[in-house]
């Protein structure tokens, strides 16, 4: 590589200026590709990676703090009161769950439909959804009050005969979403064994060469560990893909299987997976548009991906708006003077427009703003070219889908059926603390993940190559009549 020039890496020169195309448009990317990435693990660490780690380490040590004292005083430290038993702990887990979607929707279900574009950016959005999933699972362990009994939901034969309800939703969470995890995680690390053999390859020292190469499961890349890789690789993808749907979808059962006013409708399961999937490609944006600017990997994760994601991030944020504007008309369609109460009196309702403002309007309208209003902007080209751009647009679908679950949690049972059981919640220093903890630890695994494992699938990434064609290099008579 050292008697290469820029010309090899990004096509010919023009003048005195290099046209810089994309490796799918240059066609001699391949050696690139390897040395780039690689690049990005092999180098030394640059001070802001440490100066973000330490930061990041330094807020994600909130977690185990606030679970500590969550444990020796009570769950009482969260702000629950009656009627809110439910507040910020399963608002954030929803949360984390829809930012997980993206990664598996990308691997699996892009990768079965054959999807080439999905090369450059599946690795990080599955390392993302690992991370989501992770900080997800810690809100319902510990909301549980009392957390080493939680090994009760696992259908073990006790002493005590204390058996699960299989009938609860809350029980179907269990099992969709470790079986979530742990078919997530299997497809990732089968993905990343054929670059973790390149890095074992490349590794100058002892310890790493044994790290990678314990990792690498010994691929030495015959073609019959291909054959055999590519199978078990399509078998996952057609695992997770149902995956995708179900997961969220058992999530929403939490509420809509309830006969709660806001909560008891059938349109949930759809609207959930479509709202997590929006939200988890704003995350994925969020995340990779920075890494492009500071690994320079423009040539890999071109604008041709930024444009197809934020097209996506439009499509399914309209989907939720739709099905924002069907929840209103199904409350009133229906009749049911409970239902319409909820939704026109105890959400919409603003001050200005109604005598008797909702308490938590502001949410409502700001879940409004940044999911429906804002994505609007990617129907116009310009914007989805210009990255400052998307990614201060994305900025907004990371934070109304946290209000989005508020909303729809916290807005449905702070009024209970009688005025007398009406409540208000607030946060408490604990519930802030804990959730401000889980973005740091998901920000933390993700700088470690960049640094130490391949954040580009480097050999997919060379498959959609214009020179993996075998015909690349004929001339047009042979592979043109």
């Known amino acids: 590589m050292a008697n290469q020039t820029a010309t090899d890496y990004f096509g010919p020169a023009h003048g005195n200026k290099m046209e810089r195309k994309p490796l799918v448009e240059n066609g001699r990317g391949s050696a690139w590709v390897t040395e780039h990435v690689a690049n990005i693990t092999e180098r030394k660490a640059p001070i802001w990676w440490w100066i973000s780690t330490a930061v990041t380490g330094l807020i994600a040590s909130l977690v185990p703090i606030s679970l500590l004292y969550l444990v020796v005083t009570g769950v009482g430290v969260w702000g629950l009161n009656h009627p809110v038993g439910w507040a910020w702990d399963i608002t954030n887990f929803v949360f984390w769950i829809g930012i997980g979607h993206a990664g598996t929707l990308i691997s699996a279900i892009l990768f079965l439909t054959r999807q080439k574009w999905r090369t450059a950016v599946n690795r990080s959005a599955e390392a993302m959804t690992i991370f989501a999933v992770i900080c997800a699972g810690i809100f319902p362990a510990f909301h549980v009050g009392r957390v080493w009994m939680a090994w009760f939901l696992a259908p073990v034969p006790n002493a005590n005969a204390i058996w699960p309800n299989f009938k609860s939703p809350l029980l179907w969470d269990v ?21 973790l053999a390149t890095f074992r390859d490349r590794a100058k020292s002892k310890i790493k060469k044994f790290f990678y190469g314990l990792l690498s499961l010994g691929w030495r890349g015959g073609n019959r560990q291909w054959r055999h890789y590519e199978k078990a690789y399509l078998i996952f993808a057609g695992i997770s893909t149902p995956l995708v749907l179900s997961v969220h979808s058992v999530v929403s ?9 806001g909560w008891h409708t059938t349109i949930f399961p759809p609207y959930f997976v479509a709202g997590a999937i929006f939200g988890g490609f704003a995350m994925v944006l969020t995340l990779l548009i920075p890494a492009r600017w500071i690994f320079d990997l423009k040539d890999v994760v071109t604008d041709k991906h930024i444009d197809n994601m934020a097209k996506i991030v439009l499509l399914t944020g309209s989907i939720v708006g739709y099905a924002y504007l069907m ?99 607030t946060p408490t220093i604990s519930d802030i603390s804990l959730f401000v903890g889980t973005i740091g630890l998901f920000l933390f695994l993700f700088l470690l993940f960049i640094r130490y494992l391949p954040m580009i699938t480097m050999f997919e990434v060379k498959t959609v190559l214009p020179e993996a064609d075998p015909h690349h290099h004929a001339p047009k008579s042979v592979t043109q009549p």
């Not at 969709?176 to 670059?195: E, Q």
């Open 327 to 425: 929840e209103l008309f199904i409350a009133w369609y229906s009749g049911n003077p409970f239902e319409q109460w909820a939704f026109f009196r105890n959400r919409i309702a603003a001050p200005g427009f109604s005598e008797n403002p909702a308490p938590y309007w502001w949410a409502y309208w700001a879940m409004m703003f940044c999911n429906v209003i804002a994505p609007q902007l990617f129907w116009f080209k310009a914007i989805r070219k210009n990255l400052v751009a998307v990614l201060i647009i994305v900025m907004f679908p990371n934070i109304g889908m946290w209000f989005e679950r508020f909303v729809i949690i916290v807005t449905s049972i702070h009024r209970d059926f009688l005025p007398s059981s009406w409540g208000y919640f």
């Open 175 to 195: 099992f969709a979403v470790s079986t979530y995890f742990t078919v997530s995680l299997i497809f990732w690390y089968v993905g990343l064994v054929p670059d």
């Open 253 to 261: 059962f939490d509420f809509a299987t309830s006969v709660i006013p």
